[in-house]
Every structure is written in C-alpha cells, then in structure tokens.
C-alpha cells in the first residue's frame, strides 16, 4: 500500500472518526501511529463492533478502541514470508515497520482467511474476428498469436492459481 495516510489515526480520535476512517478505507482496519507515524495499535472492524456490544462502557477513542500488541513484520520481510504469516496467524493485513516501529507500509493478505477459490470456474473470453490485428490473424486466431514465443492463451492461462 503506497498512501497509508487513509488509514493512519491519531491515538486522541473519537469513536466517530475511527468509524469515518474504517469506513472510508474500504479495508477494515486502521492504524493508531504517533505524531511521528510509529505503530501504537491497530482497530479492526470487529474492534469497533465488540466496543459497540459493551453500551455504555464503550471505549470514546482510539487508544480505548485499539489492540496494543499488534502483530506486525519488519518491511524487508519477503513476499512468501509475509503471505505465509498472514495464512498462519488467519489475518488479512500486517503492518510493515521500519526502526523504532515506524509505519513504512502495510501486507495484504493475496487470498482473504475464510474464501476459498478451489470451486472457481474460470472462463476466458476468447472471440471476435481480430479485424484490428490485420494479416496477424488471417491464418492464426488471436488466442493463439505467439508473443516471446509462446501463444497469448497459454500466458493467461498460466496466471490463474491452482
């Protein structure tokens, strides 16, 4: 995530503008940094919606609000490591920190815990008469025109998980 300052809250916020920022994020949680942007906590959606089951007893901020003891990984951490973590721990994000806990970015989860795409039917739209691509497609349809010496259908294929 390269713009992390959509979901970045100060500790002092209130419960409204926690929910303003989940909300707007699109992406379920927010962090709670420090003005120096180091990692105090993370909010979750399932934060706020066990703060709204406690009624009057409801934390009013974000530091009330928060988990203190996120997890997290180091921003040099690989692509592999981090997916595994997230897969392991059954979580969907994982701030990234630099020195003193700064937040530099955030992991996403590829697959989200929970779905699975093993029943998935995938179909490729594969038609048209290729009029734009000229003499390319007189004798070969386009699904089968070679690009780097292997046919276009076969690198679309060849992008789908199994």
Request: charged residues 25%.
């Amino acid at each position: 995530m390269k713009d992390l300052s959509s979901i970045l809250i100060a500790p002092d916020a209130d419960f409204r503008e926690v929910l303003r920022v989940i909300d707007g994020s699109a992406l379920g949680f927010v962090l709670v940094v420090d003005p120096n942007r180091r990692l105090l906590g993370t909010i979750t959606d399932g934060d706020v919606r066990r703060a709204l089951m406690q009624a009057d007893a409801a934390p009013q901020d974000a530091q009330g609000l928060m988990n203190p003891n996120p997890l997290f990984l180091t921003q040099d951490t690989s692509y592999e490591e981090r997916q595994t973590f997230l897969t392991k721990h059954k979580i969907t994000f994982v701030p990234l920190l630099g020195k003193d806990r700064i937040v530099l970015s955030v992991a996403a989860s590829a697959h989200l815990p929970g779905n699975s795409f093993d029943d998935v039917a995938v179909v490729v739209m594969a038609g048209g008469l290729g009029s734009r691509l000229g003499n390319l497609t007189k004798q070969t349809p386009k699904p089968l025109l070679q690009i780097d010496g292997e046919p276009i259908l076969t690198k679309i294929v060849k992008r789908f998980r199994y």
